[in-house]
């Protein structure tokens, strides 16, 4: 067990270090000047040799690499080129909201996919079985965007039922929660038709094991063999592809953010693109690939808690 | 159905014998996904009469889709636009009608180039196993690690808007998968008696590679390239709506949406019909691959 850790922390930090690596030189490989963007055409020579120093780019790219490497771990991730500000602050500033919408709309995707994914696949081959499979079908070809629109317009237009900005700053937990419903809805319903199918699939392998008919053979009740016995079953692939959906979420996160105008890491990675903040976009991939190794290792780690069977080696 | 050399009879086949049985094994491994799974069929249809409106826009349009015609902006759906006018006065029909060409460039253009590219990598990391295998993976795996979305985006504005860049950026969130799809049925026919034989006769890697394997794994790849095709139409759409899609006034389905959506209070169909679009193209894709996926998975096989 702790060989397998080990080894999995150990590969999450060649991923990380190796993602740095490439995002480190891909900032650095963005046409424009860094100082020119800020300061403008106007800007005279003189104030833009300061800047350049003042942004540490007058170095060799070698010795800026070294600098970016360290920075990363101990926390110092340089500060906006737009605000001025650390870029850390800012991103730790709205990290919470992104993570309040993709927790929500994950648990809002498990709540609707498992039990619908399960129904589908009891009921092979029947009505409920092909509602299923279309519905999540549908639900899988929106683009993010076009599916909070169309609730946009719905639900925050034509009923009025929710506010059309949802601010994520609301005072009372009321307000919260009016501000997520919309955009947590959209995200979940996509994520709930990803785990609808997962779980369909995953359900139907285990329904032909052998000792599903031998359940039902000593006269075990059919729910408690679907529940009990083969959803525990079922559940190592579906928690795999829930880790694996995460990048689909974090992306459709960002879209869903723009629709609603919802802070988050969403807005600020396109403000930092539209205005060239290098050092903010630096910070942004820094943020993402961690996140994504980090829930890589957790679902690694899952495993071993769900199945007893599998033993780390 | 497969391309196994006649060994037997000790004669050599001649190189028109290899093709024709290449493509018959391809084809008819695609014909019976079809035929197991009728929803397929109905995707197809859908999808082909997309293209074909694509294909016709510059015929069927209505009218011009970058003509403005300020007397006549934001009008709602009516005989004269069936779908109404935007901003600038322009028909919206036929903006989709051309924006339907841009979408199906870029992403059969993306996924084409990653399906080759993906299937290559997959095939020489499963055909030669060991050491090569766990680097190639390994690094496809950091790849997959990154959300598409996100490095799309990174992609585009590093390289700038236009449709060679955004098939490049598409085409490179869509390596890794293929190379996965690619490795695991290489594994599995590299191990079956007629590449033995191939082997035992003396075929080098490449012959054994493109003119045995490589039938044989086709069906799968371009099973999931229609599932591909769709996501890639989608993140087109949606680097779009952000704002990184092929520059105005072009017409491109995400960014009519970006634009509609600026209207969406008092003109909500200028986003509704580019929405409705999409939407029934990444579905026909998903239902025709959907449905072929079910038939050519070897874990679900005598099942259907």
Redesign the interface.
């Known amino acids: 067990m702790t060989a397998f850790v080990l080894k999995r922390l150990g590969f999450a930090a060649i991923?990380l270090f190796?993602?740095l690596t490439i995002v480190f030189f891909?900032v650095r490989?963005?046409?424009g000047d860094p100082a020119l963007a800020i300061l403008g055409d106007q800007a005279s020579q003189s104030a833009l040799e300061a800047l350049r120093i003042r942004l540490g780019l007058d170095v060799p790219l070698y010795q800026q690499y070294f600098v970016f490497l360290g920075g990363v771990v101990v926390g110092d991730w340089g500060v906006s080129m737009v605000s001025g500000r650390p870029v850390i602050e800012e991103i730790l500033k709205v990290l919470p909201a992104t993570i309040e919408l993709t927790v929500a709309s994950l648990i809002l995707g498990i709540v609707v996919g498992v039990p619908f994914g399960v129904w589908s696949a009891v009921r092979r081959n029947k009505l409920p079985d092909y509602l299923a499979r279309i519905a999540s079908?549908?639900g899988?070809?929106?683009?993010?965007?076009?599916s909070a629109?169309?609730l946009?317009?719905f639900f925050s237009?034509h009923l009025r039922w929710f506010p059309v900005i949802s601010s994520g700053q609301g005072s009372g937990l009321a307000d919260r929660l009016r501000d997520l419903a919309l955009p947590a809805i959209n995200l979940g319903l996509i994520m709930a038709a990803y785990i609808t199918r997962v779980t369909r699939s995953a359900m139907?392998?285990v329904l032909n094991q052998d000792y599903v008919r031998t359940a039902r053979a000593k006269g075990l009740a059919f729910a408690i063999i679907v529940w009990r016995h083969c959803l525990r079953n079922a559940l190592i692939p579906v928690v795999t592809v829930v880790g694996l959906y995460?990048?689909?979420l974090?992306?459709?996160s960002?879209?869903t953010e723009?629709?609603f105008n919802r802070p988050g890491l969403g807005k600020l990675?396109?403000g930092a693109?539209?205005q060239r903040d290098y050092t903010m976009?630096q910070g942004m991939?820094v943020i993402?690939?961690l996140i994504?190794?980090l829930v890589?290792l957790i679902t690694d780690l899952t495993y071993g808690l769900i199945d007893p069977r599998i033993k780390y080696s | 159905m497969t391309t196994q050399p006649t060994a037997a009879t000790g004669q050599r086949p001649s190189r028109m014998t290899y093709y024709r049985l290449a493509i018959a094994t391809v084809l008819s491994g695609l014909f019976n996904a079809f035929n197991a799974n009728k929803t397929s069929w109905v995707g197809l249809a859908v999808f082909l009469i997309v293209a074909l409106l694509a294909i016709l826009a510059p015929v069927i349009a209505p009218y011009d889709p970058l003509q403005q015609n300020i007397l006549f902006r934001l009008k709602p759906p009516s005989e004269a636009h069936w779908f109404g006018t935007d901003y600038y006065g322009r028909d919206t029909l036929s903006r989709i009608l051309w924006g339907a060409r841009i979408s199906l460039t870029i992403g059969l253009l993306a996924i084409g180039s990653a399906m080759i590219i993906g299937t290559l990598i997959g095939m020489v990391a499963g055909y030669f196993g060991g050491r090569t295998d766990l680097l190639v993976m390994q690094v496809m795996d950091v790849l997959l690690a990154f959300p598409s979305l996100i490095l799309g985006l990174i992609v585009v504005a590093m390289l700038g808007p236009s449709v060679a860049n955004l098939v490049i950026a598409i085409a490179l969130t869509a390596i890794p998968p293929f190379a996965r799809i690619a490795r695991a049925p290489t594994i599995a026919v590299k191990n079956r008696e007629f590449i033995e034989a191939g082997h035992a006769l003396g075929y080098s890697h490449m012959r054994l590679m493109f003119r045995h394997i490589l039938p044989n794994i086709a069906p799968e790849v371009l099973v999931m390239g229609s599932l591909w095709l769709a996501t890639a139409i989608r993140v087109e759409a949606s680097l779009a709506f952000i704002g990184l899609g092929v520059n105005p006034p072009t017409a491109t389905w995400g960014g009519m949406i970006r634009e509609g959506f600026e209207n969406i209070l008092d003109s909500f169909w200028l986003a509704l019909f580019p929405s409705l679009a999409i939407l029934v193209v990444v579905f026909s894709l998903n239902l025709l691959g959907d449905g072929l996926r079910d038939a050519v998975d070897p874990r679900l096989k005598g099942e259907q």
Do not use: D, Q
Not at chain 1, 140 to 146: D, K, N, R
């Open positions: 991923t190796a993602v891909i490989v963005l046409p079908l549908l899988l070809s929106f683009p993010a965007f076009v629109v169309l946009l317009l237009i139907l392998e995460l990048g689909i974090i992306g459709n960002v879209l723009i629709v990675i396109v693109l539209n976009l991939m993402y690939t994504v190794v890589n």
